[in-house]
C-alpha cells in the first residue's frame, strides 16, 4: 500500500525532525527515512495519534472528499450513517438544519449511526446473558451483580448481604463455586475499530475474546441496506480516522468514510452557511430518531446503554480509553480468576469519541459528556430490545512478530550512538522510544536514524566543538548574558591568566562559571553585541601592552556570544618597522630623483646653449647662401 492509498501518511516537505509522533505513537508504527517520520501501514492502527499531535501538520488523513462528490455525481442513492457526537462538534445548529446541509449536497436522506450503537448494546446483553447461563447457578446470583465503571446499580446494591460481595453464591449441593470456562469470562468490545486493530495486531492473543459483532457503524450500514435496499451507499460522517479502515474492508456495506472537517470543506465549496440554512418537514432522521444509543460516542457511554438489561446484571462491566491505558489493563489478565462473565468497552480515545482525532471543539471533556447525554433518551426502549439484525463478524489475529537481535548487535548499535554501557543507557525518551535498548533496536529494524538521539547528537556536537576550540591558535571564550564563560580555550588561559589575580579566586583548569570581567577589560564588545543582536563585530582593543583584534559573535541571541581574539602585537610593530623603513627608502629615493632633476637641468641649460649654437650657425649659412645666387642671376641677366 503507498503512503498515500492508507487512512494516514506523512507531507515529507513539512517534516520538522521533532520526532513528537514517534514520542506519541502507541505502538511505535513510524519510520524515519531521510530525517521524515513515515507512518508504517502494516504496523498501524489509525489511531490517528500521530495526526493530534503534528505541530507541522505534516501528518495527514486520506482525503475522500472528491470521491464522495463523485459518488453522489453518479446518480446512486447515497445516505449519510452520522455519528452522534455531531452535538459536539457544530455548537448551536439543529438536527434539522443539519440534515438540510447535507441534503442539499445531493445525499438522499441522513440516518444516525447511534441506530446501529443501539443494535450492538441488544446484542451485547444477549451474549452476556448466555455466557452467564453457561455457568452452573450464575443466573441464580444475578441480582449481586455489580458495574465496574465508577457506580454500582442500585438495584443491585440495596440487598447484598456479605457472604454475597464477591458476587458468586456458593454451589449449596457441592459446595463449590459455578465456573465459567475461559471463553465465557472476558468480552472485548469491538466499536471502535482502532481498539480492535491494535488487539488482532499486539494482543493476537486476546482476539478471542473480542465480541464477534460488528461496530455500531457497520450494524448501521446492515440495518440501513435491509430497511432502505442493498444497492444503496453509505457514506460516514463523524471524527474518526480508523473508520476509513472499516470502509476499506468491508465496501459492501461501507463506501467512504469522511471527517467532520471534510463535511465543513463541503459545505463551503457549496456555499451553504450552516446557520442561514431553511428547514422543512422533510428533514429528519431516517429510519428513526436514535435514543440510548447517541451515548456512546462518550466514555462509558457503552455501560451506560447495557445497564438497563436484565442480562447486564450478570456480568461485571467496565471501560477503558487510551491505547495505552488499554495495552496496560489487558497485560496478565488471569481469566480462571473472574467468576462472572466481564465487559469490557474500549475506546482508543481518551474520554470517548467525543475525543477523536478529527474534532475540532474546544470544549472540556465534561461539557461534551453532558451534550451527548442530554441527547439521549432511555426513557423509550432502552434494556428492553431484542436484535433485529445478524451483525456478527469474526476477527482474525493479525500478529506483529517484532525481529529478534542478537544482543552482540545491540551492544554495536548501542556503542555507535555512544552508549558503552549500562550507565549510558540514560533512557530520556527524546528519540522517542522509552529505552535507548528499544531505540537501538528500532535502528536494527531501519525504523530510526542516530540522529534521534538528542544525548549522542549533543556529546557530538561538544566533542565537534571542542575539537574547534582546541585546534584554533587563537583565545576563544564563550558567555552567557551574564557574561560568565561558558566555553573556552587553552590560548584564552594561557593569555590572560594572572597568578597574582586570579589563583586566588579561580581554579586554573577550570573557568566554567568564571566571570569575563575578571580576564579582560574589552567586555563591553560582548555586551553591545548581546544588547544590539549584531551576528558579527569587530574592533581592535589595547591590553596589557598588547593590541588584539577581537571578533564577537552571536550564537543565541541576547543569550550566549562568542569571541575571538587574535594578538596581533607583533604582526602591528612589523608593520610600522615596515612602515619606518619605505618611509626611509621613499626619503632617499626623493633624494635621488631631486640629484637626477638637478643634473638633468644642468645637462638641459648645456644643450640649450650648444644648440642655439648649432642653430645660429646654420642660420648664418644660409644667409650667405642666398646672396651667392642673387649675385649669379644678376651676372646672368648682363649677358
Known sequence: ??????????????????????????????????????????????????????????????NDLTRAKHLIQSGKDVYVSLAPSWVTEFEGISKEQIIAAIRRLGFRGVSETALGAEEVSANIAKLLD??????????????????????????ASTERSPERTSGVREDTSTGEAPQLSAANRLFISTACPAV???INKYVPERTGNLTKLTSPLLAHCRLLKKTLGKDIEVIFIGPCIAKKLEADRHPDLLSLSLSFSDLRQWLKD????????????????????AEEGTAYPVEGGMIETLKPYEQSRKAYLMQITGIENIKRELKNIREDNLDRPVFVECLACEGGCVNGPCTSSKKSG??????????????????????????????????IVPPEHDEADIKRVLASIG????????????????????????????????????????????????????????PIVIANARLSIMEYNDKFVETF???????????????????????????NLFSASLDLEQDIHREHVRFNDKLFDVVVFNIDKKQIVGGIIEDVTNMEMKKEQIAEKAKEVI???????????????????????LLRSIAKDFAADDDQGSDLTIRTNSNKRDY
Open 1 to 62: 500500500m503507498s503512503n498515500r492509498e492508507y487512512p494516514l501518511y506523512t507531507i515529507k516537505n513539512n517534516c520538522q525532525d521533532c520526532y513528537k509522533c514517534v514520542r506519541r505513537c502507541p505502538v511505535k508504527a513510524i519510520k524515519i527515512e531521510d530525517s521524515s517520520a513515515m507512518i508504517v501501514p502494516d504496523l498501524c492502527i489509525a489511531c490517528g495519534t500521530c495526526y493530534r499531535v503534528c505541530p507541522a501538520k505534516a501528518k495527514q488523513a486520506r
Open 130 to 155: 448466555e455466557a452467564a447461563n453457561n455457568a452452573p447457578q450464575l443466573s441464580a446470583a444475578s441480582d449481586t451483580s455489580q458495574t465496574v465503571c465508577g457506580e454500582e446499580d442500585e438495584d
Open 196 to 198: 480492535v486493530e491494535y
Open 270 to 289: 457549496e456555499n451553504i452557511e450552516l446557520k442561514d440554512i431553511h428547514t422543512s418537514v422533510f428533514d429528519k432522521f431516517v429510519m428513526a430518531k
Open 366 to 399: 465534561f461539557e461534551k459528556r453532558v451534550e451527548i447525554l442530554r441527547e439521549s433518551d432511555f426513557s423509550g426502549l432502552a434494556g428492553k430490545r431484542s436484535p433485529s439484525v445478524d451483525i456478527s463478524l469474526d476477527y482474525a489475529p493479525e500478529a
Open 419 to 474: 552508549k558503552y554501557s549500562i550507565e549510558d543507557e540514560i533512557n530520556c525518551g527524546g528519540c522517542g522510544y522509552n529505552t535507548c535498548r528499544n531505540f537501538a533496536k528500532a535502528l536494527l529494524d531501519g525504523k530510526a536514524e542516530p540522529e534521534m538521539c538528542v544525548s549522542h547528537m549533543k556529546q557530538q556536537a561538544q566533542r565537534k566543538a571542542n575539537a574547534l576550540l582546541r585546534c584554533i591558535p587563537s
Open 497 to 523: 591568566w594572572n597568578d597574582e589575580e586570579h589563583a586566588d579566586i579561580y581554579d586554573r583548569s577550570n573557568l566554567h562559571g568564571a566571570d569575563l570581567r575578571d580576564f579582560i577589560n574589552f567586555t
Open 587 to 609: 626619503h632617499k629615493n626623493l633624494a635621488t630623483v631631486q640629484q637626477i632633476a638637478c643634473t638633468l637641468g644642468e645637462h638641459m641649460a648645456e644643450t640649450e646653449v
